[in-house]
């Protein structure tokens, strides 16, 4: 009888994870928090990803890597996105990948910032952060930098 009861018990946690992941992807944007207000924002597609700024339950936010610019061409289709993201306490280390070149860039953020309850219509929010951020690198360039920046982050 406890076999029974174990086997269809794990039947129904099995049917719970496969619901909750189910409606959790439906057409939802994600996001993941990376410190200091700095989220990863994922939706349906890869090329959805992108790392953006945003204060609270976040809606929407600053688009930081890639910039909106960047991730997106002049006529609307994607051009960058993020494919790998790490990050600790003071830094976030990310890999995008640029669509029509197949090029990867590296980036390095610097959390050393602080913009929170800035009024951001008056203040320019995004040069500030646009100024804790390094990159585009090619692997080469960016090993070096992250190096001498002492992320104590790596890509494997």
């Known amino acids: 009888m406890n076999l029974i009861r174990t086997k269809c018990t794990r039947k129904i946690v099995y049917f719970n994870i496969f619901i909750f992941l189910f409606i959790s992807s ?16 994922e939706g349906d ?3 959805d990803r992108a790392i953006i700024y945003c204060e609270g339950n976040c809606h929407g936010g600053i688009y930081v890597i890639p910039t909106y ?3 997106y061409d002049s006529s609307g289709n994607y051009a960058e996105y993020v494919k790998e993201v790490l990050s600790n306490k003071g830094w976030v280390i990310v890999k995008t990948i640029l669509l029509k070149e197949k090029k990867e860039n590296y980036w390095i953020i610097s959390k050393d910032f602080n913009i929170e309850n800035l009024d951001c219509a008056k203040a320019n929010c995004d040069s500030i952060l ?25 890509f494997e």
């Open 130 to 154: 646009q100024s804790n951020v390094f990159g585009p690198f090619n692997y080469h360039g960016f090993r070096e930098k992250n190096k001498e920046l002492r992320t104590n982050l790596k």
């Open 69 to 71: 610019k960047r991730h």
């Open 26 to 41: 439906c057409g939802e944007w994600s996001n993941y928090s990376l410190g200091n207000n700095l989220s990863i924002w």
């Open 45 to 47: 597609k890869k090329e």
